[in-house]
């Protein structure tokens, strides 16, 4: 049984890009709820929540990749 080095690389590149969302995502929502008193909190607080969705969603495709790649369907 061969791993798919392809694959295997296409998940990590996703894990990658859901490392920065990650800490980007909690720190909006909470710079957000911080600064209640302007006007931008409910934008901030919505491309924080954006940031954390797209990370749980980078995370579970990357590993859904990586197992395609190693245990070839």
């Given at each position: ?18 490392l ?25 607080l ?25 245990f070839?369907?």
């Open positions: 049984m061969a791993t798919n080095k392809q694959l295997l690389g296409k998940g990590i590149k996703y894990l990658t890009g859901a920065p969302l990650m800490f980007l995502g909690p720190s909006l929502i909470y710079n957000a709820f911080m600064n209640q008193h302007t006007n931008w909190h409910y934008l901030v919505g491309i924080g929540i954006a940031a954390c969705l797209a990370s749980m969603f980078l995370i579970f495709y990357g590993l859904k990749t990586i197992m395609k790649g190693i070839n369907d």
